[in-house]
């Protein structure tokens, strides 16, 4: 932690709320993403829940670039391989 002035010393504090925020996006992010990526590798799962859980993870990827959580190009990148994969799957 910080050891000299008051300002410093929030500074930290804030610092050590906002690591712990933004880590917890982030696990969110990638859960949702393992999880789309899953129902896309594995045979029988509905069309539908596909589509379902490929944009529960788009969603969350762009609401982490908007909090600043993922960087948006970061993003862009994850939504655009997911879809790709998703297209891909499909058959379309």
Known sequence: MAKR???????ARASVRRT??????????????????RTLTESPVAESERYA??????????RAAAKGVLHP??????????TRQLVKVSGA
């Open 73 to 82: 190009n970061n993003a862009a990148r994850r939504k655009a391989r997911l």
């Open 53 to 62: 859980l490929a944009l529960d993870a788009i969603r969350a990827l762009d």
């Open 5 to 11: 002035t008051a300002s410093a010393k929030k500074q």
């Open 20 to 37: 712990q925020r933004n880590r917890a996006v982030r696990s969110e992010v990638k859960t949702k993403v393992v999880k789309a990526r």
